[in-house]
């Protein structure tokens, strides 16, 4: 009767992670869907927008920091409780913005709050409750959230903003005279958007009211997401539980001491002799840079298929999609792969490493099919190694320092973590991302600099250890 208890406890904790992950990984997936309409109706560069992102990233990661001591303390229900009110309003009052810097404290400011109180509760709250050979499997459950948003929410909004889309597409067309039949698609999509930066072009009878017509469907869609948001986070605080220790119960998944094993028992690490090791930095930098190169794909694949290659909206959204189906299958695949290899390693820190390894390299094979999105079946190829990539490395970095340093303190150990690594690794990401198109006119400069970020998580992935050594008295 107490096993089953807890094995219904565990599952409500793996749900809540679930819904939280699909609200936090949504804000990620949208954005890559309305920035260009957004950046078309307002006027503003491509690197205007992606600042709102890249300033919601800072946020997040100043807030994961406080929800890791949140969730040591009080449990992942706090943190849902709040991050439901400020992320439904993150949504809702960005769709009434008409100026740059209330986009930045709306979509930057408030979607970062509720968003950093997200990740560090939902991936700790699992690893509290599953821990060796269980971790990656239930984390790949609960971590499928992500990619179902990213499907769901995707299908969701591209009907509005793809036939707006289109509408402007068709009224540029007529209002510039743009011959169709002679241009590729490719330069046809260039060739609108330096026809839209004539004001009397956007002002014109054909093109302003069909402008309009786009802004209507950005804000409108926005509203909607708010409004999901805020019913998903609510769920999620009323399924979360705090570790099993307060019901008297223990994680499940332990794995048995193997012959030989050195490694020391779980030890009450305080959070500056936890960082006096290279074991936490190493995590952090082959997070990091795995997450600069993970982040500027997401912001800017949408726009490299519609400018670069010549992809319609539409038809961009629904190759994007695509990373979030087979994600809901790649995540728990890949989980009881990484519990195997686990398993078959016999000490959870080196099979974590393991698969660190095998996340960044699967990613840099992502960027280099990607680069050949001319050809539509290695567009969606790319998409499918994108989503085995992410159903690794995420998780399987917490995974790899809960079995460093253990359940006890992992909280505020990956909270710090998480403010270093989302501080600066998606904001420069992303931020880059806008640059380089700034500076290039194209995004494909983008996809190299990802490639050559991911090439170096590799090496950073080679240098974990696979132990701490013993704790010793910091300042927590």
């Keep these: 009767m107490r096993h089953r208890e807890a094995q219904r406890t565990g599952w409500s904790v793996v749900f809540a992670a679930w819904l939280a992950v699909f609200c936090l ?6 954005f890559a869907i309305l920035k260009g309409p957004i950046a ?5 560069r491509a690197a205007q927008v992606t600042l709102g992102y890249s300033l919601m990233m800072v946020c997040y990661a100043i807030t994961a920091y406080g929800s890791g001591l949140m969730l040591d303390r009080w449990g992942a229900r706090p943190a849902y409780a709040v991050a439901a009110v400020l992320g439904g309003l993150g949504f809702f009052l960005t769709s009434r913005v008409s100026d740059h810097l209330a986009y930045l404290v709306t979509f930057g400011l408030l979607g970062g709050v509720a968003t950093g109180m997200l990740w560090v509760s939902s991936t700790v709250s699992v690893r509290q409750w599953y821990v060796g050979r269980t971790y990656a499997t239930m984390w790949g459950l609960a971590f499928a959230g992500a990619p179902m948003a990213q499907f769901t929410l995707a299908q969701w909004v591209k009907p ?3 036939q707006a889309q289109q509408a402007l597409d068709q009224a540029l067309v007529a209002a510039a005279g743009l011959d169709v039949a002679v241009l590729a698609p490719s330069e046809l999509a260039q060739a609108a958007s330096a026809a839209l930066a004539d004001p009397a072009v956007r002002t014109s009878a054909l093109v302003a009211p069909a402008l309009r017509g786009l802004d209507a469907a950005w804000r409108g869609e926005m509203r ?3 409004v999901i948001v805020f019913v998903a986070l609510i769920a999620a605080a009323l399924a979360a539980r705090k570790p099993p220790e307060h019901y008297g119960m223990r994680p499940f998944g332990a794995l048995p001491t193997a012959a030989g094993d050195r490694s020391p028992p779980e030890q009450d690490w305080q959070v500056g002799a936890a960082f006096a090791r290279y074991a936490i930095w190493g995590a952090i930098l082959t997070f990091l840079t795995s997450m600069m190169a993970e982040f500027l794909i997401w912001t800017q694949v949408i726009s490299y298929w519609t400018d670069d290659v010549g992809y319609s909206l539409q038809e961009a959204t629904g190759i994007y999609a695509v990373i979030g189906l087979i994600g ?4 728990p695949i890949m989980g009881r792969v990484a519990d195997a290899v686990v398993k078959a390693v016999g000490q959870e820190a080196r099979g974590r490493r393991v698969m660190l390894l095998i996340g ?3 990613g840099g094979v992502a960027c280099l099919v990607l680069l050949q999105s001319h050809r539509l079946t290695l567009a969606y190829a790319a998409c499918v190694i994108f989503a085995i990539y992410w159903a690794i490395l995420p998780g399987g970095v917490v995974g790899y320092a809960g079995a460093v340093y253990g359940r006890r303190a992992l909280g505020k150990i990956w909270g710090l973590a998480t403010l270093i690594v989302m501080g600066i690794g998606p904001f420069a990401g992303s931020l880059i991302g806008g640059l380089l198109k700034d500076i290039s006119g194209r995004y494909t400069h983008s996809i190299y600099y990802a490639l050559g970020s991911f090439a170096v998580s590799i090496l950073l992935a080679a240098s ?5 050594g013993p704790a010793q008295a910091g300042r927590g």
């Design 160 to 162: 509005r903003l793809g």
């Design 328 to 331: 809901v299958f790649s995540m």
């Design 25 to 30: 990984f949504g804000y990620r997936a949208t």
């Design 464 to 468: 974990l250890p696979t132990t701490a």
């Design 360 to 362: 960044p390299f699967t």
């Design 224 to 226: 909607m997401l708010g």
């Design 40 to 44: 078309i109706t307002m006027e503003w």
